[in-house]
């Protein structure tokens, strides 16, 4: 057999296999299309967004705007997961929606000293 004859069968069988590799893929990746629409589906969640805020702070209280995607403001919850601020900043922290696409977020309190100002970690969760 000659080494023309070996690269062309290795090569037939090089293309079967790629195929094959192509066509597992193609079922992969319609399996996951069809799982994430039954998971979309059957979730009562439409959107999530995460934003990282650091409001402006003095002692009567400020606030700062975030600009988000459009959500209905009837169907959606806030939650704020984290305050991150340093170990001498004592406050109040919230957040409300002004219109479908802006969260106005306030921090309130008492600053002793030089501390960092606070970082807040929120979500916007819009239900169907």
Do not use: H, W
Not at 9 to 34: C, F, M, P, Q, Y
């Amino acid at each position: 057999m000659s080494l023309d004859a070996v690269i062309s069968a290795d090569l037939v069988k090089t293309r079967a296999e790629i195929a094959a590799l192509s066509n597992a893929l193609i079922s992969a990746r319609n399996e996951i299309a069809g799982l994430s629409g039954q998971i979309s589906n059957g979730s009562a969640i439409k959107s999530v967004q995460r934003i990282r805020l650091r409001p402006a702070y003095n002692y009567e209280g400020a606030y700062s705007d975030a600009t988000i995607t459009a959500i209905n403001p009837q169907k959606t919850l806030i939650l704020i997961r984290g305050v991150y601020v340093g170990s001498t900043l004592y406050g109040r922290f919230d957040c409300e929606i002004i219109n479908p696409t802006t969260l106005r977020c306030y921090s309130a309190g008492y600053s002793g000293g030089y501390v960092p100002l606070p970082e807040m970690d929120i979500q916007v969760v819009e239900f169907k």
